[in-house]
């Protein structure tokens, strides 16, 4: 079994399923739906999602879809600041486009990006923001655990919790 978080934009959440195989990688995978809207003028939306430990600590962005190819007096990182709890959790001070997070906006459909191999056990947030031109914002939150642990005391072993 291969769990996965599934957030969809305008929607539902749900969270990871906590039982993973116990030759699970700890990395995993956050799957995203960006729905199709019936609007008269659809722009695909800016998303950001990043990770940020419960207890406090610095948020780590996964990824960043915005418009690469916009070019002269509107270039597309203009409008970065409208994610705006993201700018503001530390979007700003990176320098785009960024290796391995960056890419171009998305239609609706689903979207599934991998979790930081190198995460450290412990309880995060992940969150998903999305702005669209002449739409809506929507920020979601869903909490996860990677590396818990705990034993049984008599008809089970070892359970552990990750990401994957």
Same mark, same amino acid.
């Given at each position: ?12 959440? !749900? ?12 990395a ?7 729905? *199709?809207?019936?609007?008269?003028? &659809?722009?695909?939306? &800016? ?12 948020? *780590? !962005?996964? =990824? ?6 916009? $070019?002269g ?10 994610? *705006? =709890? ?5 979007g $700003? ?12 906006? *998305?239609?609706?459909?689903? &979207? ?11 309880? &995060? ?10 739409? +809506? ?7 996860? !655990?990677? +590396? ?17």
């Open positions: 079994m291969r769990p996965t978080a599934f957030l969809l934009l305008g929607g539902a959440i !749900t969270a990871p399923a906590l039982v993973p195989p116990a030759s699970a990688a700890p995993g995978t956050v799957t995203i739906t960006v729905p *199709r809207l019936n609007v008269a003028e &659809y722009h695909k939306p &800016y998303v950001a999602i990043w990770l940020e430990p419960v207890g406090g600590g610095a948020p *780590r !962005t996964l =990824a960043v879809w915005y418009d690469l190819k916009k $070019r007096n509107d270039p597309g990182t203009k409008w970065l600041a409208d994610l *705006r =709890a993201w700018w503001r959790k530390g $700003r001070s990176l320098d785009m486009p960024a290796d391995g997070i960056s890419g171009a906006t *998305r239609g609706p459909g689903q &979207y599934t990006i991998p979790l930081p191999a190198n995460l450290k056990p412990g309880n &995060y947030i992940l969150t998903v923001e999305a702005a669209r031109e002449t739409g +809506g914002r929507e920020l979601v939150s869903v909490p996860l !655990t990677a +590396g818990a642990r705990t034993t049984g005391k008599t008809e089970l072993g070892a359970i552990a919790v990750s990401a994957r």
